[in-house]
């Protein structure tokens, strides 16, 4: 599976937009780019995937890069309950995903 | 759609004993996947069904683990002879059966703990 490389830890403040960087160079032209994150206690949970343009959903905007090495999740307005980990996956035409260490959120009031 | 269950949540055992999780994924998804996370860790994938075939297994499941899917619905991961190393969350996950890796979509239950003593 493409390695994916995040940032171990980012703060940002409430109701203010936050990106998530991803990097992923090794990604092939097939590969998708999924993001999940772990809310404290609770198991991961899909928040967005895409492959080539970029994405939007009720939870958060997916932009990749025109060359597909990197990608940004994007909240648009934190809150509190956004605190998690976050993952980003590279999916390799494989049937399962692999997880890897993601990046903490910190939310401050 | 009541989404993934697991049982029990927590479960605190001597070493050496036998224990068994059970997953009851969404009922019209095919494919059961299980997984196992430390503290601090991403999951780590153990191994997955699609109906009641066991189609892929990874070296993280020891001889000691054994997970099965008889009907095809819910599944059951069992670990003999536990050891301390095996203290972790286990979570199940499911998946409906859809076409292209983009729509590898999977939804989680809360997992179980094990502490082994």
């Known amino acids: 599976d493409a390695k994916t490389t995040q940032p171990n830890s980012m703060e940002s403040n409430e109701e203010e937009p936050v990106h998530l960087p991803c990097n992923h160079s090794t990604i092939s032209g097939t590969d998708y780019i999924h993001w999940y994150r772990q809310l404290p206690s609770q198991g991961p949970e899909y928040v967005i995937h895409g492959l080539t343009s970029n994405v939007n959903n009720r939870m958060a905007s997916l932009a990749i890069a025109e060359d597909r090495k990197s990608s940004t999740l994007i909240l648009h307005r934190a809150t509190l309950r956004d605190a998690a980990v976050y993952y980003c996956i590279v999916l390799q035409g494989a049937q399962k995903l692999v997880f890897g260490q993601g990046t903490r959120l910190t939310i401050n009031p | 759609d009541t989404g993934v269950s697991q049982d029990p949540r927590h479960k605190i055992t001597k070493r050496g004993q036998n224990v068994t999780f059970r997953c009851d994924p969404i009922?019209?998804?095919?494919?059961l996947y299980w997984y196992r996370q430390t503290l601090g860790q991403g999951p780590e994938f153990l191994t997955y069904?699609?109906?009641?075939?066991?189609?892929?297994k990874s070296r993280l499941l020891s001889d000691r683990f054994s997970a099965e899917r008889p009907k095809g619905s819910f599944s059951t991961l069992e670990i003999q002879r536990t050891e301390q190393g095996d203290s972790a969350m286990y979570l199940c996950?499911?998946?409906?059966?859809?076409?292209?890796?983009?729509?590898?979509?999977?939804?989680f239950g809360a997992g179980s703990r094990l502490t082994v003593l």
């Open positions: 996950a499911s998946r409906r059966r859809t076409g292209g890796s983009g729509a590898n979509v999977l939804t």
């Open positions: 069904f699609q109906n009641e075939a066991q189609l892929e």
């Open positions: 009922s019209e998804h095919n494919r």
